[in-house]
Structure formats: C-alpha cells, structure tokens
C-alpha cells in the first residue's frame, strides 16, 4: 500500500503534470535568469533533481544505521513520507513566476520521497523469504503501477474537463498536484497502522549512555556506519553490483525524470499525447513487473535484469531518432515493459545478498548509490542539453550507463555475494 501511495508523486508530480507546468507556466518558454544566466526549464529540472539526491546521497547509511539499532524505520519511514505529502500539497500555490517556491516545495517534497524509500525498502528482507523476494518486490511495484494510474487518471480528468468543475487549466493543475500529495499522505496510513517493527534488540552502549539520546544515536549511527565501511571489502560482489546499479540507474531514473520535459520541449508533442503516453507506460509496467519476477525465478535475476537492460540501450537510441507523436508512445509501451522489471529486480536482487539485521544500513548505502546515479544523471543531461542547444544527445548519452552497468553486472557472483551476508558486522 505504501508502493499503491507514493507512486502517486512519482507519476504525477515528477513525471507528468508538474514538468509541463513548470515548463509551460512556473518558467515560461523564455527561460530563467540566474546570476546573468538564462536557464530553460529543462536545466533547471535536472538541476532540483540532482539538489534533492545530493542532500539524500550525504545522509542516508547514517540514519540507516540509527533505524536499524533503534528499531526505528517505520518512523523515519513516515517522518519522510509525510514532509514529503505536505510539501507536494503546498505546490498548489505556484504560479507563473514563482520559480524559486516551485524549486524549494519540490526539492523538499523530493527529499521527503526518496528518503521514506530508504525505509520502506530496508523492510524487504524481513517480510519475503529469500525464494519469494523477487515476486514480492515485483507485486510492490505492480500495486504501485495500479495505483499511480488511478490517481492520476482522476488528476487528468479534472485537468481535461476543469471547465465542468469552474476552473481555469491553471487551477485543474495546482489541485492536481495538491491531490497527489493528498493521496500519498492518505494512503500511507495503512502501512503506518498495519506495518509493525520488532523492538530494539539492543541497548546503547555504555560508553554513549550518558549522553542526551539523539545524540547517543547519532554517534551510534556514525559509529556503525564506520564499521560496515571497514569490512566493506568482505562483500565485494555486493559492492559490484551497487557499482554497476550506480551505473545503470543512471539511465532509468534519468529517463523517468527527464521523458515529459523532453517530448514537450524537444518533439514539441501536445501535452494531451505525452499525458495518455505516461498512462498507458503504466498499466503496461504492471505487467512487466510481475512477468520479469516470474522469469526471474526461471532464469535468474541477474540475467533478467541484464535483458532489461538490453532493451533499456534500444530505448535511447530509439528516443534519438524520434519525431512524432505515435513514435513517442510507442516507445512508452517498450519502457513501461522494462521499467518495473528493472527497479523491481534490482531491489530484490540487492535484498537477498545483504545482513537482515542492519537492512537498513544497507538500504541507505543502496539509497547512497541510487541518488548518487540521479544526480548526474540528470545534470548531465541538462548540462548537454544548456550546452548544445538540443535534448537530443542528452538522451543518446545515456546508453554509455546502460553499457557499463550490464558489463559490470555480469561478473557479479550471485552464490559469493549470498555466502558474504553471513559475516557478523557488530
């Protein structure tokens, strides 16, 4: 349910509704001045979701390692969430000039995204057995998948009829954007009711006992994080694989920000094509989520992610080539299959190879890797498009991040990386 919640945000809000608006309305088709500089919507996109992985990148195994000592990830879990719910719900008062409002309300609620993921992921492990991680991640995204469409159905008919309900497009817009944030919010009080976390297993130490409890966990939380980073080298193919992750999300999330931005200003589509595109993109990666978990368990998950990628460099080149309407749907039906194979495989191929009692530890390095590879991602691809006038190259660049990360996963040893989680870290 939480997947069925905040997947709201990530199709409504960074993929569809708030790219064109910022685009068309927030920013203006003649761009932003910073410093002396003209930026165009499309650099500073990728420059607010670079900001907000950037601040996730720096913070994450620390308060990994705290949740996982304190029992805590269902709190911090939620702390993020709703942050993240409140700040997409206060977009609803952007409007055209307010640049730098939009910029902050979004890169907070981004913040509030990505890090409530860290938690919600680190649970993986500890409710699927190792044999049903692969279909229980995969059926996660599915509902997310479901989900998002819902809401964003609903959001689209109200921006399509915003005359029935005596609002200007404008208006329809901004209560879209505050609706997802509702739905994300809302939703997510079925995990926060039904979830459960064990208690602490452990007491803080002596030598931190004395001291005020944040920060007894602060120091505990540097502390452990430094003591999984010296025996780091004792998981080198986990290590491999967050590498070569690294590398390959790169591709995936870049495209995922950046899809909307780029058929609007580059193939100059109507918003109506990119919007019915991103809807059918999702019923489509429902399926492709649950079918590459079920291959998966045939083939391997290290081969079905390496055949996601396959198809993912085909995506790239494809979009390069691309100039009208029905090639850009096209092309959505082949991402939508990838897509939730991709992400799904990959967080469940990451959960079986690590310690279940410091999951999330491990997530937050996982999260490290993950905004890591979103942050230059995007701004490299805005950096490209500033540079050269043209989106074009940007989205061809991104098939050197699908090459390398399918090289490097292939020598990931699946059977070494399962016997390493056995090493008592604390």
Not at 375 to 398: C, D, K, M, N, Y
Request: aromatic share 16%.
């Amino acid at each position: 349910m939480y997947d069925w919640a905040n997947s709201a945000f990530t199709l409504t809000v960074i993929t569809a509704v708030l790219p064109l608006y910022f685009a068309d309305v927030i920013v203006g088709p003649g761009g932003f001045t910073i410093g002396g500089n003209v930026y165009s919507a499309t650099a500073l996109w990728g420059f607010m979701i670079s900001s907000a992985a950037l601040f996730v990148f720096l913070c994450a195994p620390i308060m990994g390692a705290i949740a996982d000592f304190s029992s805590s990830k269902k709190k911090f879990m939620m702390a993020f969430c709703y942050t993240g719910s409140l700040f997409t719900a206060l977009l609803f008062f952007c409007q055209t000039g307010d640049v730098w409002m939009t910029m902050g309300f979004f890169v907070i609620a981004q913040i509030g995204f990505v890090g409530g993921n860290i938690f919600y992921d680190a649970f993986l492990p500890q409710i699927a057995p190792p044999e049903k991680m692969d279909w229980v991640s995969g059926k996660g995204y599915a509902f997310g998948y479901i989900g998002s469409d819902i809401q964003f159905a609903m959001s689209l008919g109200l921006i399509l009829m915003h005359d029935t309900f005596g609002l200007t497009s404008g208006e329809a817009v901004r209560w879209a954007l505050a609706f997802s944030g509702l739905w994300w919010g809302g939703f997510s009080i079925f995990t926060w009711m039904y979830v459960h976390e064990a208690a602490a297993a452990e007491t803080i130490p002596s030598k931190y006992a004395s001291r005020p409890k944040i920060i007894a966990y602060i120091q505990i939380g540097f502390a452990r994080t430094a003591a999984t980073s010296k025996k780091i080298a004792q998981f080198k193919h986990l290590v491999l694989f967050l590498v070569g992750f690294m590398l390959y999300n790169e591709g995936i999330q870049t495209v995922i920000a950046m899809a909307t931005i780029y058929g609007k200003e580059e193939l100059q589509l109507p918003s109506d094509v990119l919007m019915i595109t991103l809807f059918v993109i999702q019923l489509v990666a429902m399926g492709g989520a649950l079918a590459f978990s079920k291959l998966a368990e045939k083939i391997g998950t290290k081969k079905a992610i390496i055949m996601t990628l396959a198809v993912w460099s085909g995506v790239v080149v494809y979009a390069y080539f691309m100039t009208t309407a029905l090639e850009y749907m096209i092309l959505g039906v082949v991402v939508g299959i990838v897509l939730g194979g991709s992400q799904s495989l990959s967080r469940s191929f990451y959960g079986a190879m690590i310690p279940a009692k410091a999951s999330a530890e491990f997530y937050g390095f996982y999260s490290v890797f993950t905004k890591f590879s979103a942050i230059w991602g995007p701004f490299v691809f805005a950096l490209i498009r500033q540079i050269s006038g043209t989106a074009r190259l940007s989205i061809l660049s991104l098939i050197v991040f699908f090459f390398a990360g399918m090289i490097i996963l292939y020598f990931v040893n699946e059977k070494k990386a399962l016997e390493a989680k056995q090493i008592e870290i604390f």
